[in-house]
């Protein structure tokens, strides 16, 4: 089943319950009204088994993620739905493989009926039991951090495949449609609103096979983490989202040779690269639901602020007002990523040289704001604590921007662990994190073995 179906089977199936269960208030049990979406929840939820034994139904704040496909858009049945498995207290539910239609009845039954609140999980399952439910078991979820890291690797895999069909599809002489495009960039939206280091850490992670899929995925991440910070409204979101995940979308019109080339460019290639812009321009306005202003911001991204860039412009010519987000993302991305000819910067490494391009090749607006989202220490940045230990960091606090938690990779005495061991650190509140402080960033290049990436990979992933 690919995404778009599963995304809207699984939507389907959770409304189904809904709808039953509101009938259930207004009709006997046996009314067509109550039965019927039991039914249609049943054949829609069957075709999941040819896959997998067991699907996982769980709510993590407020959204309702089912087999990792988090369903963002709420109907009302969804949300009666969902503030019903909240007031039981339910935390995530497990259909088994030879699920019947009797199993989901006298679940929505149960959902409809109890009114108590707050119950533990065993009391859950010990109710289900009793009612006869034998294929819907209650879970206990894992901490709720794990979850949205979950999420947070589901949707940015999917952006990742989108992003190459959509390029795949276009060098084999097709125009696809932006639908995709468009709904996976609210996807990302939603998710940094949610959990934003989440997302974030996995743009450090970078995929050297796969560099542009990867490098555009984490430019539209960067960029929408920008374009909320400077609070420019939804459907501008949208926009600066879709033209960072297709800001490169041109380069699909040069030689494969070209874009791989390691090392730097004759002239002449150089001047096919500066094409890139143009083409893309071209091509987003071909593609449908794609909005007009994301091609100009993709026309724009590599003009530069002080306009010394490319395609070279009249006089008096005026960026689009976000392009300079897209060329801020487009920057920090590269510039922490290792390439062949180009050692990897740390994140605050790229930081302090970007600053220096303030008002010059950068919008310094933008790349303050940068700095403001992203913090002295932004996640994936590795530190010295005060106990000596060294890791590297994995969350940051909301508000103050300074490091929550790290993945301790060195103990004091500079050994590597074994394994990355998460810690707290104190924010000054008590709390499990009390007496470990970030004293320092440290140069990564002095842990040759402890590539930052690598290791959010295993902390993350
Ligand atoms: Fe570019
Ligand atoms: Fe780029």
Known sequence: MDRKKQEQAVAEIIKSMGVSLKNRGLYPSAHPLVRKPVEQCLDLIVPFFDDCTELALA??????????????????????????LIRIGVPALIFERGLSLEDIDLFVRFLHETKAEGLSPEEIRDRLVALGVTRIRVKQTDPESDDDHAVARTIYANAVSVVSSVLQEIRSGRIPSGTDTVRVVTDMGGMLTRNRDALLALTLIKNFDEYTFNHSVNVAVLALTLAGELEIGEEAMVEVGVSGLLHDVGKTQLALDLIRKPGSLTADEFEEIKKHPEEGFVLAQKMSDIPNTAAFMIREHHMRHDRTGYPKTEAGYRLHQHTGIISVADCYDALTTMRCYQAPRTPAGALLLMESEAGKSLNPQVVGQLRKALGDFPVGTMVRLNTMEVGVVTATAEGVKAPRRVAVLFEREGKPMLRPEEVDIDLGQGGPGAGRTVTAAVNPLLFPYAAAGSYLNTVAG
């Not at 990792?68 to 969804?78: D, E, I, W």
């Open 59 to 84: 709510v993590s704040d407020g959204t309702l993620v089912l087999e990792g496909v988090p369903v963002f858009t709420l109907t009302s049945s969804l949300e009666f739905f969902m503030d019903r």
